[in-house]
């Protein structure tokens, strides 16, 4: 007889049999959106708006809203969801930390939102803030907890000081290895200065070894741009693209698993990446045409990258393509400058220092540049581990 297998559970199932004990007697507010549901696909908000012992009088959304209907960078206005007449508040535009006045109707906040474990990701630093916000308010916090897609693998740049955005507001790499409840003992642990009174739910039945397909659902997306478990694999790498003139995809089908632009030749571009011969990837030539963003309109060549084993390094492989583009249309390719009110660079935003750029474009290996991080890996490794709830 085969051995029974348990399906993991998430916070929101655990809190659930819990009866919502954390929240009995208590006006709650919810920081979330879609992408936090169960394992049945019921959404967090509407288990908590429904349940008959949970008094949900307020929903706080970060980028792309509560509702998660909103592009990326556009700024979200506060208001009513007209189906519970419950007030809604942005916490992307004008400010990404609650005021007081938007706390002042809650007794606990409750924070459910599905993050991909890599830095350039506003959920997580958005959500930093609002615990900022209930510590200086004396406000509790409930952390549902939820599996990092990624897993437990750390790579990528430290981030510098000097260089904290809402892409990446403390030092941790660009794929911490965390899930969102460790992420978040981790911060009010060392970087808020009034620590809150914080709970993290953790899933059940879950092990730094669980993969995403373990918990038997499929994939929700969790922005616009991050349709499916192929996209967020890709992103730790591909997000990089986002800093220059190249397509990353963007108004086509395939976000962050395309590159390409007008003057790129895609069979020339995926003959130049293959023969590189990194681990688990193929680049096949690619043309598109985007309805949005970059290139809107406009014919582009280049290359979609295909995973095609466990070992995919994507960090490593979309520096790479970064590097053969610079190598091979130099007088075409740019650094994007930078956005209005800030002084930084978005491609050194991202990355977390303004050194690599140089390091791209003067040929040095791209393995030598992730060479050099390691010794702040293994610091982040030490750092963290006291944060750390699973296995």
Known sequence: ??????????????????????????????????????????????????????????????????????????????????????PVYSLYGKRYRP???????????????????????????????????????????????RPNPLGDTVAGAPLDEGFSSLVGRFNVPIQHGMTIGEMMRMHNGLWNPI???????????????????????????????????????????ACLIEGTNLSEGRGTTLPFEIVGAPFIDGHHLAQALNALHLLDVRFRPHGF??????????????????????????IKTWLCVIQTIIQHYRDDFAWLPPYENSNLLPFDRLIGNDDVRGLLENGVPVQDIIDAWDADIEAFLDRRQRYLLYP
């Open 195 to 237: 620590p809150a009174e914080l709970h993290v739910i953790p899933c059940n039945d879950y092990g730094r070894a669980t993969r995403w397909e373990d918990f038997e659902r499929s994939f929700v997306p969790t922005s616009p741009n991050m349709p499916n478990l192929t996209t967020v694999k890709q992103y730790p790498g």
């Open 289 to 314: 045409t985007p309805v949005a963003r970059k290139f809107a309109g406009q014919t582009c060549e280049g290359v979609q990258v295909h995973i095609t084993g466990a070992k995919f390094q994507p």
């Open 99 to 145: 005021t007081a006045e938007m706390l002042a109707d809650i007794d606990v906040m409750v924070c459910d939102i599905q993050d991909i474990g890599v830095r350039y990701y506003t959920y997580q630093w958005t959500m930093t803030h609002v615990i900022d916000a209930c510590g200086g308010f004396g406000i509790h916090v409930v952390v549902l907890d």
């Open 1 to 86: 007889m085969g051995r029974l297998l348990t399906i993991p559970q998430v916070g929101i199932q655990v809190l659930r049999q819990e009866k919502f004990y954390p929240l009995q007697d208590k006006r709650v507010g919810l920081f979330t959106n879609p992408s936090a549901v169960d394992n049945w696909m019921r959404t967090t908000y509407d288990i908590l708006s429904e349940a008959e012992s949970v008094n949900l009088v307020a929903l706080y959304g970060a980028e792309h809203g509560a509702f998660g209907t909103i592009q990326d960078g556009e700024h979200i206005t506060s208001g009513v969801d007209e189906r519970t007449g419950i």
